[in-house]
């Protein structure tokens, strides 16, 4: 989708959500402590990768193996302060998560 921010022509990606719960399906993806100091722990019944987003959408974290019922640890001290995105997902779904990061 082309869209306009102060004067300047941006691309943007529109999501639509039928669902906001993941649990009719019955995946569990909690995400813990928030707000956060930096450190996160993420916990998904199934395998899956988690993506850490900024409020602009810009992809600012990767972890590609976030195991079915182990909690992963995700450190995003480097990352200013403020509002992020956690999407945890695989072939069978997809999760999003606010996290505010106060340090």
Same mark, same amino acid.
């Given at each position: 989708m082309?869209?306009?921010? =102060? $004067?300047?022509?941006?691309?943007?990606?529109?999501?639509?959500?039928r669902?906001?719960s993941?649990?009719? *399906?019955? !995946?569990?993806?909690d995400?813990?402590?928030?707000?956060t100091?930096?450190?996160?722990?993420?916990?998904?019944?199934e395998d899956a990768i988690?993506q850490?987003m900024d409020? =602009? $959408?810009?992809?600012v974290y990767v972890?590609?193996s976030l195991?079915?019922?182990?909690?992963?640890?995700? *450190?995003? !001290?480097?990352l200013?302060?403020?509002?992020?995105m956690?999407?945890?997902?695989?072939n069978?779904?997809?999760s999003?998560?606010?996290v505010v990061v106060?340090?």
């Amino acid at each position: 989708m082309e869209c306009y921010l =102060n $004067g300047e022509k941006v691309n943007a990606e529109l999501l639509t959500a039928r669902n906001s719960s993941i649990s009719s *399906n019955n !995946q569990q993806v909690d995400v813990y402590p928030n707000p956060t100091n930096g450190l996160i722990s993420v916990l998904a019944n199934e395998d899956a990768i988690v993506q850490v987003m900024d409020i =602009n $959408g810009s992809v600012v974290y990767v972890q590609t193996s976030l195991m079915a019922g182990q909690k992963q640890e995700v *450190n995003l !001290q480097s990352l200013a302060n403020g509002i992020y995105m956690i999407k945890i997902y695989n072939n069978n779904f997809v999760s999003l998560k606010k996290v505010v990061v106060n340090k």
